[in-house]
């Protein structure tokens, strides 16, 4: 259990345009009166400037999807830490499994980017999650320990900083949700692993995410090590999301 305020964040993912935005992000601010949660966005990164215009002095933070490993330089198409700092960014999804999956980002690329983000003032949201097959194959919490343990290596100095998000690649997008019980074991098995790597991991929020949604949030969020949702799809919806954020203030 983490001694904050839930922390509820949600993942645009590639969607959005700038008139969508607005007006999703307005839905939003004028529904927060009845939420006490930390609430974030994590919008792609054109939409950052946006974002910062929209939401400054406002209750909900702004993140970016993914950082670059190098700090500056001949990488095309990068978007670099300091550069997101610019954008008053909070935090910084790194190690999300589509980036995994479509973009090979190795355990390796996933610790370096959670570096630069630490190095920026930036709190990288470090995903980790199995597969369907490694699932069924009793992997699960080998893979996630892996995945974590690999972030924890390279920085290790200030692993307290960080937020984690358990998500599991089978409930991405596919409306299964992982139960209640299976999220708590996971999300206990990396509070383990925390608190191994420092005195102070009671101060990290292990957030769930796959298919959260307005139904299953509140019996999710009941779990002791579940601090929080990091919430695709059902962010894109005003209503679902402060439903969401309703839930997460009990
Ligand atoms: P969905 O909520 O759409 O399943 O996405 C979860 C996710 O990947 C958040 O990062």
Known sequence: MTMNSKLMVGNWKMNGSLAANASLLSEISSGLRETSCRVAVCVPALYLAQAQNLLAGSLVAWGAQDVSTHESGAYTGE?????LRDFAV?????GHSERRQYHGETDDVVATKAQRALAAGITPIVCVGESLAERE???TEAVVKRQLAAVIHANGHCISEIVVAYEPVWAIGTG????????????????????????Q???VS?????????????SLLA???????????????????LSMLKAASR
């Open 79 to 83: 978007v670099s830490a300091n550069m």
């Open 90 to 94: 909070r935090y910084a999804i790194v």
């Open 137 to 139: 194959a009793g992997q």
């Open 176 to 199: 299964l949700t992982a139960s209640p019980e299976q999220a708590q074991s996971v999300h206990a098995v990396l509070r383990a692993q925390l608190q191994a790597a420092t005195a």
């Open 201 to 203: 991991a009671d101060r």
């Open 206 to 218: 292990i957030l769930y995410g796959g298919s959260m949604n307005a139904a299953n949030a509140a």
């Open 223 to 241: 779990q002791p090590d579940v601090d929080g949702g990091l919430i695709g799809g059902a962010s894109l919806k005003a209503p679902d999301f």
